[in-house]
Every structure is written in C-alpha cells, then in structure tokens.
C-alpha cells in the first residue's frame, strides 16, 4: 500500500479553486492540510461536530473511529469529517463551509 496519497481540496465558495496535499495513511485530511499551511474549517477534532464536513468526489477514504457527527445518509452520499478521515487512494476531496451546510436543514425556507 502506497503510504502517501495526493489529496486535491477543491473550495465551493471560492468558484472551485482547488489546493494539492500530500497525507500519510496515518495523517487525516485535515492534519495534511494544516501542515501544507491551508486552513479548513474544524471544531472538535474527534468526529463528533461535523464543521469540518467534506464531500468526497473521488478516490477513498476510511474514517479512524465512528464518525458521530455525521448521520449515516450523509456518509453514503459522499460526506467525510475531515479531521478523522484517512486516505486510502488519491482523493478529490470539495471543502470549505458551504459543505457542511448541506447537512443542516433551514427550517424557514
């Protein structure tokens, strides 16, 4: 198993501009990300809250425990939390906080 893995982050809210990381198997995402200098949104680190949601549109991923903060409709449509999640390939990942909004749902629309 290759123990690097290219990583492109593509920002929705910054009309698709993507960034390229470098992770070990054993680094998450967002560790990548922060080590390469790029700032992603995050707030636990543990799985739990989901603010550092992102939607997988390539490659795969292995989550390092349960991802609590993320109900299991959204893990089958492409979501991963950043901060626990592990590449396994090369990935295309789509970042930013206009992510994790797809998971929250506004009660007045």
């Known amino acids: 198993m290759n123990d690097r893995h290219r990583i492109e982050l593509c920002w929705r809210?910054?009309?698709?501009?993507?960034?390229?990381?470098?992770?070990?198997?054993?680094?998450?995402?967002?560790?990548?990300?922060?080590?390469?200098?790029?700032?992603?949104?995050?707030?636990?680190?543990?799985?739990?809250?989901?603010?550092?949601?992102?939607?997988?549109?390539?490659?795969?991923?292995?989550?390092?425990?349960?991802?609590?903060?993320?109900k299991r409709d959204?893990?089958?449509?492409?979501?991963v939390l950043l901060c626990i999640a592990h590449a396994r390939s090369d990935c295309k990942i789509e970042v930013g906080s206009d992510v994790q909004t797809d998971l929250v749902t506004n009660p007045w629309k």
Do not use: M, N, Q, W
């Open 74 to 79: 959204f893990e089958k449509d492409g979501y």
């Open 13 to 70: 809210e910054r009309d698709e501009e993507t960034e390229i990381v470098h992770a070990g198997s054993k680094e998450s995402v967002l560790d990548a990300a922060e080590r390469a200098g790029i700032g992603l949104p995050f707030g636990c680190r543990t799985g739990a809250c989901a603010t550092c949601t992102g939607r997988l549109l390539a490659g795969e991923i292995e989550h390092a425990r349960l991802p609590r903060g993320l």
